[in-house]
């Protein structure tokens, strides 16, 4: 499952699109509006975190709208009971960047991302 979202802050949080993104015979619409999602990937774990506002301002200059990236759920859970959304697994913070770039996000959590990770992504 993936959602497309702004990352705006809004009292704290990040704020989802009530509206979202929807389509009809002919185009998708974003709140209503025509909207033509171009888009790429930049797997933030991928990249060093000194390397992101670099590689997503690249991004934009290519007329890049749309940032889709997976989230590993076996690198933010390596052992039952233990979580890491710390320096190059700050998720929110990647997102936060999008958003301050004007980027949407298409964030596909799993459980099973591929992305040639060992087990797709699973947590062992």
């Given at each position: ?10 009292m704290g949080w ?46 934009k200059a290519c ?62």
């Open positions: 499952m993936c959602s497309l979202f702004s990352s705006t802050p809004l990040k704020r989802s699109r009530k509206v979202g993104l929807s389509t009809n015979s002919s185009q998708f619409t974003l709140e209503g509006e025509p909207f033509r999602i171009l888009g790429g990937s930049v797997h933030y774990f991928r990249v060093p975190r000194a390397y992101w506002r670099d590689r997503l301002m690249k991004m007329g890049i709208n749309t940032l889709t990236t997976c989230v590993p759920w076996s690198l933010h859970q390596p052992e039952k009971g233990a979580f890491n959304f710390h320096t190059q697994l700050d998720l929110e913070a990647y997102i936060s960047l999008a958003g301050e770039l004007g980027l949407w996000v298409i964030l596909c959590p799993g459980p099973y991302i591929s992305a040639d990770i060992d087990l797709g992504g699973l947590p062992r």
